[in-house]
């Protein structure tokens, strides 16, 4: 019989697989996502909209050695410290102005509107005035914790009012011709007559609100085209309004072919000027210490630009490592065949696994239409990329996965399927974002963003149920409910299993597939196949001989009982089990232990335990 188009897929896995060098001690990053700002905040205050003397503001010295040490613990192996470089804010000091209200979101402002490329924000120092040795400082504790650091490189945009005081003859756009829409030479795109309706001066969306006329007095005579590259002389409250899109020497406006572009060799006077100003941005931070970075909106930079920044990169730091946010499905990506994959193969160590996020979130929110578990197949198919994806269930940008609007209103509880599968599906970079382990719902209204499920980045706040893991600045998780320890500790149990090289090195191999007819697995009345809520698949390390079988219930309310898992003769064959029985353990959540025969697997397959809602089993194979 030949072999369906599954099966082909996992046999040029395994023969991958097996073409393995030998494995080392968990190559991957479990990142850490922390904003600053709000990491180390005991201030309860919260007022809505409040200032950094109202709400507080947490600094760089909350991430003394206790609080590093926890994270470490916990199995964190990099620091992404999000919102580091300076911003435009709405909070002055000495020698540096507040930014005017209507080029702000929120009050502190977005840590996405670049102020300055080579300063760090002050509201994190202790004294504002050594922010920058304080920041050094930092990045030597996270050293001494066994800690890299990654910051942000948001190449795409800057905030209306850049202007470096550090480097000021690196400012972008000194010398722009602002009479031409596009210019190699010119930092920003200028709105032109006819190209828009009406003409200078910019109109903001923010006439009327507090502080704020609608105008920037900077922009009277010309208008910069936004970072969402609306071009437009008065742009909406949907806009990225307070910021300013960046010239890389392609004009956006005549499509996606960038060919024109440099290459990876190219010398330093060939290139266009933002290259230059970039690449000396990012090694600016390398040679400070920072070991990596996470690069906004990639997709809407030119790949060239990319291939040659990274190469210079590596050669200052061949261990920098760099992962990008872009999707595929934005119609701003700069090349016509997948920009995950263009990313990829431009030197990107990796890239953000949307579809996984959003197949998951579908199971609980129509808004991408209602999934299955097994809707998740397809996206075990996407080559080189499968293991270079970065999985992760929250971040800045996504909703809480304790909020009670989201996620079908389960709880915080949700969080342990859907990590357990993302986690443990391919060998790429994990993340967890601050709060997530201890079930932050980001409740109410906080600032800019409103009531919308995501904790605040645009506004000095507070996380009230990851203050009780901060305690007062002990950092010890004494104000944590028994059912957040718990959790914190399943993430902990979690990342240590997920070090098995069966994780760290091995393959793939789904199962949803050969069980769509199995009326045991999970099958809930009224469906008619089998894959709905239950997905489960194996891992295998050909070097190690490690493998695992990794099992999910996502349903919010049900135990699957009677739960049997069928693992056809191919997969036996790629596990190398052909004869005899295997042993099964459990490896994260207690001490449940089987044994099946190879012969019986196929069709009776292996009789699990009752599986509680929201729960993940992770069983080693012996």
């Given at each position: 019989m030949g072999l369906n188009r599954w099966q082909k897929g996992i046999a040029v896995a395994w023969m991958a697989a097996m073409s393995m060098a030998s494995a080392t001690e968990d190559p991957r990053p479990v990142i850490y996502q922390a904003l600053p700002r709000l990491f180390g905040n005991t201030d309860e205050t919260r007022k809505l909209n409040g200032t950094l003397e109202q709400n507080g503001c947490?600094?760089?010295s909350d991430f003394n050695d206790c609080s590093l040490a926890s994270l470490k613990e916990l199995g964190i192996t990099h620091?992404?410290?999000?919102g580091v470089i300076e911003q435009a804010s709405g909070t002055g000091y000495p020698g540096r102005e507040a930014d005017p209200a209507d080029i702000l979101k929120g009050v502190a402002g977005s840590p996405y509107a670049i102020r300055d490329y080579f300063d760090v924000c002050p509201d994190y120092a202790d004294d504002p005035e050594k922010r920058i040795d304080e920041f050094k400082a930092l990045i030597e504790r996270c050293r001494k914790h066994d800690l890299e650091v990654l910051i942000d490189f948001v190449p795409n945009h800057v905030a209306r009012s850049y202007a470096s005081d550090v480097r000021p003859e690196l400012s972008f756009g000194e010398g722009d011709d602002p009479a031409r829409f596009f210019a190699r030479k010119n930092n920003f795109f200028y709105v032109q007559p006819g190209m828009a309706d009406g003409g200078p001066p910019l109109k903001l969306p923010t006439e009327g609100k507090p502080g704020c006329t609608g105008r920037f007095e900077p922009e009277t005579d010309f208008v910069r085209v936004t970072g969402n590259n609306a071009i437009t002389f008065a742009p909406g409250e949907g806009d990225w309004y307070e910021t300013v899109k960046l010239n890389y020497g392609?004009?956006?406006?005549?499509?996606?072919d960038t060919s024109h572009l440099p290459g990876p060799d190219a010398a330093v006077d060939e290139v266009p000027d933002t290259w230059r100003k970039m690449d000396e941005i990012f090694a600016y931070w390398q040679d400070m210490g920072v070991a990596g970075f996470r690069v906004d909106m990639a997709h809407m930079?030119?790949?060239?630009?990319w291939r040659w920044m990274i190469t210079r990169a590596r050669q200052r730091d061949g261990g920098v490592y760099i992962f990008g946010e872009?999707?595929?499905?934005?119609?701003a990506k700069l090349t016509d065949g997948n920009v995950l994959d263009a990313l990829l193969e431009s030197g990107f160590d990796?890239?953000?696994?949307?579809?996984v996020y959003d197949i998951c979130l579908g199971l609980y929110d129509d808004f991408h239409g209602y999934k299955w578990a097994n809707d998740l197949d397809e996206l075990t198919f996407t080559g080189d990329r499968f293991h270079r994806s970065l999985r992760y269930a929250e971040n800045h940008d996504e909703i809480r996965l304790a909020s009670p609007k989201e996620w079908g209103g389960l709880g915080m509880a949700v969080g342990r399927p859907v990590s357990a599968v993302m986690f443990g599906m391919g060998r790429g970079p994990l993340m967890i974002y601050h709060g997530q382990e201890v079930g932050e719902p980001a409740l109410g209204a906080e600032g800019f963003g409103g009531d919308d499920a995501r904790t605040t980045i645009f506004d000095y706040w507070a996380m009230p149920e990851f203050q009780k893991w901060v305690n007062g600045g002990r950092f010890d998780g004494g104000g944590l409910s028994d059912e957040q320890r718990a959790l914190r500790q399943w993430y902990a149990d979690l990342l240590a299993v997920v070090k098995s090289p069966a994780f760290t090195q091995g393959e793939f191999y789904g199962l949803n597939h050969a069980n769509k007819d199995n009326e045991s697995f999970g099958r809930l009345d009224g469906e008619t196949a089998s894959g709905h809520w239950l997905y489960a698949f194996l891992r295998r390390d050909a070097t190690s001989g490690k493998a695992f079988l990794v099992v999910a219930n996502f349903h919010g309310t049900t135990t699957l009982e009677g739960v049997s898992i069928r693992i056809p003769q191919h997969a036996l064959e790629w596990l190398d089990k052909t004869a005899g029985s295997i042993s099964f353990r459990e490896r994260l959540v207690d001490d449940w232990q089987a044994s099946a025969g190879v012969s019986e697997l196929p069709e009776k397959g292996l009789i699990l335990p009752d599986l509680p809602p929201l729960s993940a089993r992770m069983l080693e194979i012996r």
């Amino acid at each position: 019989m030949g072999l369906n188009r599954w099966q082909k897929g996992i046999a040029v896995a395994w023969m991958a697989a097996m073409s393995m060098a030998s494995a080392t001690e968990d190559p991957r990053p479990v990142i850490y996502q922390a904003l600053p700002r709000l990491f180390g905040n005991t201030d309860e205050t919260r007022k809505l909209n409040g200032t950094l003397e109202q709400n507080g503001c947490g600094k760089f010295s909350d991430f003394n050695d206790c609080s590093l040490a926890s994270l470490k613990e916990l199995g964190i192996t990099h620091l992404w410290l999000t919102g580091v470089i300076e911003q435009a804010s709405g909070t002055g000091y000495p020698g540096r102005e507040a930014d005017p209200a209507d080029i702000l979101k929120g009050v502190a402002g977005s840590p996405y509107a670049i102020r300055d490329y080579f300063d760090v924000c002050p509201d994190y120092a202790d004294d504002p005035e050594k922010r920058i040795d304080e920041f050094k400082a930092l990045i030597e504790r996270c050293r001494k914790h066994d800690l890299e650091v990654l910051i942000d490189f948001v190449p795409n945009h800057v905030a209306r009012s850049y202007a470096s005081d550090v480097r000021p003859e690196l400012s972008f756009g000194e010398g722009d011709d602002p009479a031409r829409f596009f210019a190699r030479k010119n930092n920003f795109f200028y709105v032109q007559p006819g190209m828009a309706d009406g003409g200078p001066p910019l109109k903001l969306p923010t006439e009327g609100k507090p502080g704020c006329t609608g105008r920037f007095e900077p922009e009277t005579d010309f208008v910069r085209v936004t970072g969402n590259n609306a071009i437009t002389f008065a742009p909406g409250e949907g806009d990225w309004y307070e910021t300013v899109k960046l010239n890389y020497g392609h004009d956006f406006t005549q499509g996606r072919d960038t060919s024109h572009l440099p290459g990876p060799d190219a010398a330093v006077d060939e290139v266009p000027d933002t290259w230059r100003k970039m690449d000396e941005i990012f090694a600016y931070w390398q040679d400070m210490g920072v070991a990596g970075f996470r690069v906004d909106m990639a997709h809407m930079v030119p790949m060239e630009f990319w291939r040659w920044m990274i190469t210079r990169a590596r050669q200052r730091d061949g261990g920098v490592y760099i992962f990008g946010e872009a999707y595929d499905n934005d119609p701003a990506k700069l090349t016509d065949g997948n920009v995950l994959d263009a990313l990829l193969e431009s030197g990107f160590d990796a890239v953000y696994d949307d579809p996984v996020y959003d197949i998951c979130l579908g199971l609980y929110d129509d808004f991408h239409g209602y999934k299955w578990a097994n809707d998740l197949d397809e996206l075990t198919f996407t080559g080189d990329r499968f293991h270079r994806s970065l999985r992760y269930a929250e971040n800045h940008d996504e909703i809480r996965l304790a909020s009670p609007k989201e996620w079908g209103g389960l709880g915080m509880a949700v969080g342990r399927p859907v990590s357990a599968v993302m986690f443990g599906m391919g060998r790429g970079p994990l993340m967890i974002y601050h709060g997530q382990e201890v079930g932050e719902p980001a409740l109410g209204a906080e600032g800019f963003g409103g009531d919308d499920a995501r904790t605040t980045i645009f506004d000095y706040w507070a996380m009230p149920e990851f203050q009780k893991w901060v305690n007062g600045g002990r950092f010890d998780g004494g104000g944590l409910s028994d059912e957040q320890r718990a959790l914190r500790q399943w993430y902990a149990d979690l990342l240590a299993v997920v070090k098995s090289p069966a994780f760290t090195q091995g393959e793939f191999y789904g199962l949803n597939h050969a069980n769509k007819d199995n009326e045991s697995f999970g099958r809930l009345d009224g469906e008619t196949a089998s894959g709905h809520w239950l997905y489960a698949f194996l891992r295998r390390d050909a070097t190690s001989g490690k493998a695992f079988l990794v099992v999910a219930n996502f349903h919010g309310t049900t135990t699957l009982e009677g739960v049997s898992i069928r693992i056809p003769q191919h997969a036996l064959e790629w596990l190398d089990k052909t004869a005899g029985s295997i042993s099964f353990r459990e490896r994260l959540v207690d001490d449940w232990q089987a044994s099946a025969g190879v012969s019986e697997l196929p069709e009776k397959g292996l009789i699990l335990p009752d599986l509680p809602p929201l729960s993940a089993r992770m069983l080693e194979i012996r």
